[in-house]
T-cell receptor, first 112, second 118 residues
Framework: GESVGLHLPTLSVQEGDNSIINCAYS??????FIWYKQESGKGPQFIID?????DKRQGQRVTVLLNKTVKHLSLQIAATQPGDSAVYFC???????????FGSGTRLSIRP | GAVVSQHPSWVICKSGTSVKIECRSL??????MFWYRQFPKQSLMLMAT?????????EQGVEKDKFLINHASLTLSTLTVTSAHPEDSSFYIC??????????????FGPGTRLTVL
């Protein structure tokens, strides 16, 4: 069936370096894509989203890139900090179905 | 604004009992609420979509008679796990959606409820 998945299940990054988390999706009908951060024992926290008609969107320390040709999504975190340690999920919003489908998640750990 | 709460935050129950989890949108009226289940080290799996005053729409493979959803108002939805068994132990997360200024549905997530069935 349709799904949103991730290339890397875990990512270890040196503090201060940039992090890149990747995601592949298969549903071409998504209206927009979302990145969430989930800390242990908590609900998902919205980070940034991007409409399906865009290629790039920037936020504070984060950038999301969308490549519709290869159905690939990435989240870049600049100057990674210890507080960035969490599991990151990409998700797609299918407006016609009024629901969000989550990918499998990547755990980001920060080395001091 | 856009805060979603869940109660309880954690619950332990005996096998065979029923457990009710509440989801509330505290400062907005939610057009729709969603229930997700998350097993350890896995992603969130959508269980059902709930609209106020109507029957919930369940995802494929989710038993509607086991996971009863009641959406009594625009700020409250409840999920009841009936006759719970150890395999129902999981992290249950709700979300509530509202339409933003440009007409886009935004979902706001609750903090989750950890259910442990003994």
């Amino acid at each position: 069936g349709e799904s949103v998945g991730l290339h890397l299940p875990t990512l270890s990054v040196q503090e201060g370096d940039n992090s890149i988390i990747n995601c592949a999706y298969s549903n071409s009908a998504s209206d927009y894509f979302i990145w969430y951060k989930q800390e242990s024992g908590k609900g998902p926290q919205f980070i940034i989203d991007i409409r399906s008609n865009m290629d790039k969107r920037q936020g504070q320390r984060v950038t999301v890139l969308l490549n519709k040709t290869v159905k690939h999504l990435s989240l870049q975190i600049a100057a990674t900090q210890p507080g960035d340690s969490a599991v990151y999920f990409c998700a797609e919003n299918i407006r016609s179905a009024s629901k969000i489908i989550f990918g499998s998640g990547t755990r980001l750990s920060i080395r001091p | 604004g856009a805060v979603v709460s869940q109660h309880p935050s954690w619950v332990i129950c005996k096998s065979g009992t029923s457990v009710k989890i509440e989801c509330r949108s505290l400062d907005f009226q939610a057009t729709t609420m969603f229930w997700y289940r998350q097993f350890p080290k896995q992603s969130l799996m959508l269980m059902a979509t709930s609209n106020e005053g109507s029957k919930a729409t369940y995802e494929q493979g989710v038993e509607k008679d086991k996971f009863l959803i009641n959406h009594a108002s625009l700020t409250l939805s409840t999920l009841t796990v009936t006759s719970a068994h150890p395999e129902d132990s999981s992290f249950y997360i709700c979300s509530a959606s509202k339409v933003d200024r440009v007409g886009r549905d935004e979902q706001f997530f609750g903090p989750g409820t950890r259910l442990t069935v003994l």
